[in-house]
């Protein structure tokens, strides 16, 4: 069973880096106020945002302690209302030798704020800082608290671009990982829902999460996706799609082993079907896995509404995606290879229209191609304002001026229009349609539909052959999964799907119903 | 471990070199739409000096979409919409490659709605060996139309202008499609053809096409062939009644004229049958069986319809009037050319093969010679949505 499931056993060259990018202090928490604030000058030179500030207190001014924290990070309200007024106030009538403790009556009964925990090592002292915690040393203690009073940060939950519904819920994911994982909890409130935490990134320490339904996930994924996570081993992680390279199965395919979404409500459905969620702090885009090539044409809203308009909407989907990859191959192997098969009415238009252009299809194909593709590119990068204007002056150059200066034909135009529209309806797959888009013009254009044929069947084996975290890419199609074919190209009522995807799970136990759902999830 | 990476290597280049090797193809055959020339019309007929003679009817694709939307069009003048190209040569072969010493681009005869046969050139020459050309090469289209031209050359059936179509040899198809609705040609395909050319017991029949004033064409009549040489006609009637014998009719409108009055019967189905009937190890009669089942389209005479007597009647007629027109293409195809086209001899091939065996070189002869019943089984189905004519007492 655990065969299934690729071990990586690359060996990673460790990156050798100068002794002044390390940040490593050791030991522990010196025990003098003035020994600390030695430490956090140096450790935090040339810092400007880093503050601490020394608060005497008690009746004598003998009781030093010091709070240390970046500042912005803080909510400084809160700071002072839970945790410097409080001292001055309950402290201001002690002597230093009067209670056993300082340290443990502000701890215990002083400190308002419920997030504390005990450092004992400068590092992680530092760890807490640069992560924005408030540090508050006590003097004469070889420990700290590290308290989170954390400002709230990045922006507000709304919905994402990316992922726009006509149903459905609208939240999206932000950048914050303690936001992104209350939105999971909000819809799925259940403990068995586990959100585990680890730090990825030796400069950023990123917060990375894995997250699953525990009785419903495979372990064996799970496990797996701890390894690998573990197993990252860089500078900096910005981005869930950096983890993403770190952890797919097929690091060189064109097509996607790992799933994202920004959606709250798509993410929890897959959680829900068995599927393992990875946040990473920082950004909103979530990874899920084992993505297969089926949830390429799955959207949220597809739920949503009667599966009729479902399936019809996934099927021409599928169409949309064979159209963006081999329409212009197949329209350079007609017009060059393949007359016998054009009715001849069309034909006539299909010569008419060749008539006069001065290059051959195929090389007309990758200019208007080329010519596509970095109009999308200019019209992402741009300023939406001036992006606007690009896609004026795209449509009018590609469009008419292009065929009235006989440069192209006015048929090429439509058939680039055509599977430029089918590339955008699978929004996974744009970038891998982009690149096959050529291959297989290429190959029309040496081989006709022979050559299509020819790649599509390499392409085909090649998806047949993929894993995403030890699960065949095409499941539920190869190996053929009949149950799961519920939720596949043709979609069933919702009320009728009693069962999880069985290919998730490998167990034998593929059916579950409905009826024993709570039970799976108990027993587990 | 380096002998392992460098066999990893060698796995890897193999297919890669396998790829490669698809590309030495170069673009073979790769023939841009805007590079060859869409024909149209095959036109074939025989000079004097017993050479081929080949014509061609060339669509101009910019000029046909120009007239339809009158932009784009180059230069002054509206560009016709098709040209009519004629070359000679020893064979068709030799004509079509001989051609492009005069015209720009390569024939593409995929494309070919129609092939027009010249009268001439089938009196004298084996119908198998002119059309050897059609079903040797891979281009031409199996299911192109052939014709045969009666009273003009096909160049000249070719070279007319009718406002109908912008392409002449589409509206020629297009006539040919409407009668084969009305009976009276023969839809004859090259697949057709070559599939008569291989059986000796059914002779070829192929439609005809004449010319009708100057802007027009009319396809109606078969030309009738024994041995590979064209012998002779049926006129439209012969052919509707050797149709309705092989089982060819789609529809048809019969007109039906009783001492009362004129009617016209529309054939809505037939069924055609023909056996021969065989005594003493002999073929002793030829039968052809019809059901026909009809509408009346038209009714100019007094009295009604609705009554069961005088359908009985019209039924009569209407199974008369078809019995005339099979027994006169029976006549002309025994008496006259003496051709089995309508292909009793197959039957005999089937069903007698043992006697086919014998008599497969002379049949011809003894078909003309054998006697024809035919029976016929017509019913008038409905007629019409009113019972009588509409000034009558009813």
């Known amino acids: ?524 | 471990m380096f002998r392992k990476e460098g066999k990893k290597t060698t796995i890897a280049v193999i297919p890669l070199m396998l790829v490669f090797s698809l590309l030495l193809t170069g673009c073979w055959s790769n023939r841009d739409l805007a590079d060859i020339n869409i024909v149209a019309g095959l036109g074939l007929d025989r000079t004097k000096d017993g050479k081929v003679k080949l014509t061609v009817q060339v669509v101009e694709p910019s000029a046909i979409l120009s007239g339809s939307s009158s932009t784009n069009s180059i230069g002054g003048g509206q560009p016709k919409p098709v040209f009519v190209e004629s070359f000679e040569g020893e064979t068709v072969f030799e004509a079509t490659v001989n051609m492009l010493s005069v015209v720009d681009k390569k024939m593409y005869l995929n494309t070919a709605q129609v092939l027009i046969l010249g009268e001439n050139l089938l009196m004298h020459e084996n119908l198998e060996e002119v059309l050897d050309f059609f079903h040797r090469d891979h281009e031409p289209d199996y299911e192109m139309n052939i014709l045969v031209a009666k009273g003009s050359t096909p160049e000249e059936i070719l070279e007319i202008e009718t406002d109908m179509d912008s392409i002449p040899a589409v509206y020629i198809n297009e006539t040919v499609e409407n009668t084969i609705l009305r009976g009276t040609v023969k839809k004859t395909m090259l697949i057709d053809l070559i599939k008569i050319m291989g059986s000796s017991g059914i002779q070829p029949a192929v439609g005809q096409v004449t010319k009708a004033g100057e802007r027009k064409v009319k396809a109606e009549g078969t030309a009738v062939f024994r041995d590979g040489k064209l012998v002779g006609w049926l006129d439209p009637e012969e052919t509707r009644g050797y149709l309705f014998a092989t089982d060819k009719i789609k529809s048809a409108v019969i007109s039906v004229t009783t001492d009362k009055s004129k009617l016209a019967m529309e054939i809505i189905r037939a069924k055609g049958k023909i056996k021969v009937d065989f005594e003493n190890n002999e073929p002793s009669a030829l039968i052809v069986e019809v059901k026909a089942e009809a509408n009346i389209g038209e009714y100019r005479g007094k009295g009604t319809l609705g009554m069961p007597e005088s359908l009985q009647v019209l039924k009569k007629t209407l199974e008369e009037e078809i019995k005339k027109e099979i027994t006169a293409a029976m006549e002309k195809a025994q008496r006259v050319y003496s051709s089995d086209i309508f292909g009793f001899g197959e039957y005999l091939h089937k069903y007698h093969p043992e006697y086919w065996k014998g008599v497969e070189n002379n049949w011809n002869d003894i078909f003309s010679d054998l006697p024809v019943f035919i029976r016929l089984d017509a019913n008038i189905m409905r007629t019409g949505i009113i019972k009588s004519p509409a000034g009558g007492s009813g």
């Open chain 1, 1 to 524: 069973m655990s065969g299934r499931i690729r071990k990586r056993t690359r060996k990673r060259i460790l990156l050798t880096e100068p002794e002044s990018l390390k940040y490593e202090i050791h030991g522990s928490i010196p025990g003098s106020v003035d020994a600390v604030k030695e430490q956090l000058n140096d450790i935090f030179s040339c810092c400007s945002d880093f503050i601490y500030r020394e608060i005497m207190s008690g009746k004598d001014g003998q009781i030093r302690i010091l709070v240390a924290y970046f500042n912005g990070f803080v909510d400084k309200r809160a700071l002072n209302q839970d945790v410097v007024s409080p001292i001055l106030k309950f402290l201001s009538e002690t002597k230093l030798h009067e209670v056993s403790s300082i340290y443990e009556r502000i701890r215990k009964s002083i400190v308002a704020d419920n997030e504390i925990t005990e450092v004992y090592e400068m590092q992680k002292a530092v760890d807490a800082i640069v992560s924005g915690e408030v540090i508050l040393f006590t003097d004469g203690e070889n420990r700290a608290l590290a308290i989170g009073v954390k400002a709230p940060q990045g922006r507000q939950v709304e919905e994402p671009d990316t992922e726009i519904s006509m149903r459905g819920p609208r939240e999206g994911f932000v950048e914050d990982l303690l936001t992104n994982t209350t939105l999971i909890r909000k819809r799925i409130k259940n403990p068995n829902l586990k959100i585990e935490m680890m730090q990825i990134g030796r400069q950023t320490k990123t917060d990375v999460c894995i997250c699953y339904i525990k009785g419903i996930a495979n372990e064996e994924i799970v496990n797996e996706v701890r390894e690998r996570l573990k197993k990252i081993d860089t500078d900096a992680i910005l981005d869930t799609g950096i983890i993403e390279q770190y952890i797919s199965d097929s690091r060189l395919s064109l097509f996607p082993t790992v799933g994202n979404t920004e959606k709250c409500d798509r993410l929890a459905g897959k959680l829900l079907e068995g599927r393992v969620a990875i946040l990473c702090d920082g950004t909103s885009y979530v990874l899920t896995v084992p993505y297969l090539f089926v949830e390429t044409i799955q959207t949220a809203d597809d739920y949503y509404d009667h599966a009729y308009f479902a399936t019809f909407m996934r099927l021409l989907r599928l169409v949309a995606l064979l159209l963006s990859n081999m329409l212009p191959g197949m329209y350079v192997a007609l017009v060059g290879f393949h007359h016998s098969v054009i009715p001849f009415r069309l034909m006539i238009t299909l010569a008419a229209s060749r008539q006069g252009v001065p290059f051959p299809p195929v090389a007309e194909a990758i200019l208007m191609l080329l010519a596509f593709e970095l109009m999308r590119e200019a019209g992402v990068r741009m300023p939406r304002p001036i992006g606007q204007a690009l896609s004026i002056v795209g449509a009018i150059v590609l469009g008419e001026a292009s065929v009235a200066a006989g440069i192209a034909s006015n048929l090429m135009v439509i058939i680039i229009s055509i599977t430029a529209i089918c590339s955008f309806v699978v929004p996974s797959l744009v970038r891998a349609s982009m690149l096959l888009r050529f291959v297989f013009l290429l190959a029309a254009n040496f081989l006709g539909f022979l050559g299509i044929a020819l790649v599509a069947v390499v392409v085909f084996a090649h998806l047949c052959r993929i894993r995403s975290f030890g699960i065949p890419y095409m499941a539920p199609f190869s190996p053929l999964t009949l149950p799961d074919l519920k939720d596949s190209f043709v979609m069933v009522p919702i009320w009728s799907m009693i069962t999880r995807p069985g290919i998730l799970r490998q167990e034998k136990s593929d059916g579950i119903k409905g009826t024993k759902r709570q039970e799976v999830s108990k027993g587990s």
